[in-house]
């Protein structure tokens, strides 16, 4: 180690230290310059490209994230509602229910026209874009923040989704469930379903909900008869519906034309529509006038008495019918319909003074029209106005029907070969004693019934007693028929068993006690102008749901009382409209058979008739209007009374000839019961009771079964032409014996076939199937000698 001294080395601790040398600047030489003031505003390239993969990252997550979570939700309550539609038997609207004006229908339903008029108005690339137009919506939402207006920016998909799955409001959530629902629902279901679905629940104004009910709504169509005129215009609606509506806002005219004809070019852009056809059109402006969907008028009884007999006969339940969405075709026949309106404006309504008359404003009417072969009602009258007077009186049960009970009485005791108290058999010229308050023989209890104003008519034949409408005698004949027969018969014809009073099985049932409906008894006369077939009435021609059908339940007909029984109830019943108490039926200007009736105190005026081709029934009734109570009728239209044979049989007889027209008058092919005109006086006298010159037989009634049938041919009675003669042929003896010449002025026997018929018969009792004048067949044809009437 060397003594010399060694360097010394300068001590860090203490030595002062040089700045570091500057780093070079950036510049020209390569340098980068220091980013200062405003620079640092802006981001780098790195920095953006960062924020741009986090934003795509975020989008991306909210996009699968909110793809995940927002699932399609149920229908919402507005979307599922549906009118139902009841129409005519021709197809055409009698009304719509519901809160909803809608009728869903398949997209096969919908003209082709339609469907391209829409997609040309909304979204023509429907069936090639996807389910969202994002390009769309960002302009839509541009031009809103800018002011030029709300746009949905949607697709038809979307407005479906808004239309069916969500609400109207306008908010971002709604917007983005839309977005996610849209996207979901295009991978789930085809563009026709959506179309389809789009089409049902677009709103039209005018309250039509989808394109059915506003094909109906503007034009009285379908939405299959739309061409491309008519489609183009509803398909400018759902930009605007209320504005566009060229009827109640006229001056939007040429804004709505504009828009009508951007739809019908699209439709030529894209093949939909030709140039040729495209230029020979005119703006179709909608009806003004369409057929009101509201329940006023007949619409609403009507729709009303249809709901309670679909879910009365189990066809569609009640739960089911509120949901809506049936499409109801009644059997109801629109012609006939106004005719029974018309009607009973003319003979009733229009004679009414309310203002004048108090109990004018008590006057209600009701009435039910029945196809006796088909049992189909073609025409009811249930009031005034289903918005002021909400009963619908062809179905309420609490009237009594009065003397048009009295047919029943005397039907069964034909159907239960009854005898009278002194066993002779109740036939058509039968003799009972007619004194007003006579009591009734043959009953546990006193029953003295008053005939009308209190007239006695003495010794009266069956068919004189029901021309006039006698109390007395009717009473009797139900003690010798037996009330509880009387009941059977008028429930087999076509009464509810459990109308109100016809469990009182006494002799008043005779006279009406009964409170049955208008329609109840219409489809009982209906059965004896069926010549005693009874079939339940029905109001339903089809039933619909979308494509679906339901089944209705088979009509099942059964021969409720004989024919003979049918028929000769019929034959006396002509007599009530040709001289009795209905001669007002006689504007019919057609073979008809009926009774009139009225209830106890006047409260209800009634007649029930019939031709061979319809049945009909017509009452006047009087309720409070504030109380609701029955009130007589006394005073109303200016009249002392008001009785069967007025108004009620002159609203029969005009709606009959209008229901009618054009049709092939028909005359009543009629077998009558055995002895059908043979008299039957009582045992315990030899006279028979008045009788008119010329009538040797004493029956009171001089007419030989021609001139009282107006032609009639009948079977088994005896011919009387101013003399008698009676040859019958007894039990077993099937021969026909003449036992008289049929001369003017001379005799001719009665013929009747015996009980087990002949080799010239068919078998029957009466021997029908003897033909000619002698014959059993019944067949009614007009009478050269005199006019029907």
Partial sequence: MSDEPQPQQPDRGWAPRRPPAAAPRRGKAGGTPQRTGWRLLIPTRRTALGSLLIAALLLVGGFFLGYHLVQIPAANALATQQANVYLYADGSVIARDGEVNRENVALAQISEDAQHAVLAAEDRDFYTESAVDPQAMIRAAWNTATGKGKQSGSTITQQYVKNYYLRQEQTVTRKVKEFFISIKLDREQSKDQILEGYLNTSFFGRGAYGIQAAAHAYYGIDASELDAGRAAYLAALVNAPSQYDVITHPENREAVERRWNYVLDGMVDEGWLS???RAGMRFPAPKETTLPTGLSGQRGYIVTIVKNHLIENDIVDEASLDAGGYRITTTLQKDRQDAFVDAVNDN????????NRKVDTHVRAGGASVDPRTGKVVAMYNGVDYVKQYTPNATRRDFQVGSSFKPFVFTSAVENDSRTQDGRPITPNTVYDGTSERPVQGWGGHYAPENEDHRDYGKITVREATDKSVNAVYAQMAVDVGPDKVRQTAIDLGLSKNTPSLDDAGPSIALGVATASVLDMAEAYATLANHGRHGAYTMIEKVTKGPDTVELPERRTRQAVSRQAADTTTSVLRGVVEKGTATAAQTA?????????????????????????????????GQDPVTAGHTPLYGAMGLPRVNGGGAPAEIWGQYTRDALQGQPVKAFDLRLQPGAWRTQPPDDDTSTGPSSPGDPTGSGDSRTPDEDSGGEEQTGGGRTDGGTGDTTGGDGDGGTTDGGTATDG???GDTTGGDT????????????????QDGLTGALTQNNRRDWW
């Fill in 275 to 277: 140039p040729s056809e």
């Fill in 589 to 621: 200007g057609r073979p008809a058979a009926g009774k009139t009736g009225t209830a106890e105190e006047d409260t209800a005026a009634w007649f029930a008739g019939y031709t061979p081709d319809l049945a009909t029934v017509v009452a006047v009734m």
């Fill in 746 to 748: 001379g005799t001719t």
């Fill in 348 to 355: 009733l309504m229009d004679r009414l003074d309310p203002k």
């Fill in 757 to 772: 018929g002949d080799d010239s018969g068919d078998g029957d009792a009466n021997g029908d199937g003897l033909t000619g």
